[in-house]
């Protein structure tokens, strides 16, 4: 029968305790050699960058095929992308650079939204328009100047105690004519 070593004879022949510290370096060394051996493995490989590259390309073409876009014809990709409201068309027009050239280069899907703001802002919108604008570019212009006046003609703002009080983010310049149309709007509540 055999005997189990004692206490002190195993602290002569076993390693010092690791702390977590080194064990974890001593880890991340293991790795980083293992990573070599597998790299110079891989470097003997008879593939080269260019043969693993050309998967890409089948990747690009299904990428394509998803892409509707590009598929259907642009009568109905326009179609689809008026039936969005113009925080989904802005959105759609981040999504990649082909919908934002559709979205872009299509002044007729801007144009309903356009009349929409142009029952606040009739003034601005008509202006705009008779300078030349394209629908898409008047109502970037007027959007947020539609939201806020309307909001005061709302009365959102009828009871205001300080300018403090007022949101900030919702202020944008109006001239004087503007003022003169909120003006009369209290006037009558």
Known sequence: M????SARARSRTAAPPRTGVLRSHETDLSKHQIMQKISKRNS????????????????????????????????I???IFSQLDIQSLCRAATTCKSWNQTIKNCDYLWKHHCLTVRAICQKEIDGDR???????VTLLRNYWKSKVKHEWLSG???????????????MCPMDAD?????LEAELER
Do not use: H, Q
């Not at 055999?2 to 070593?5: H, K, N, W």
């Open 178 to 182: 503007t003022w003169g149309e909120i």
């Open 130 to 136: 008779g300078n030349g604008y394209s629908w898409r």
């Open 77 to 79: 990709t326009f179609k």
């Open 2 to 5: 055999r005997r189990a070593p």
């Open 156 to 170: 959102r703002y009828s009871n205001i105690c300080s300018p403090i009080s007022l949101p900030e983010k919702n």
């Open 44 to 75: 003997n490989s008879p593939f080269t960058g260019k043969e693993l590259n050309s998967v890409c390309p089948d990747k690009k073409k299904k990428e394509k095929k998803d892409n509707f876009v590009e598929i259907l014809p642009p009568e």
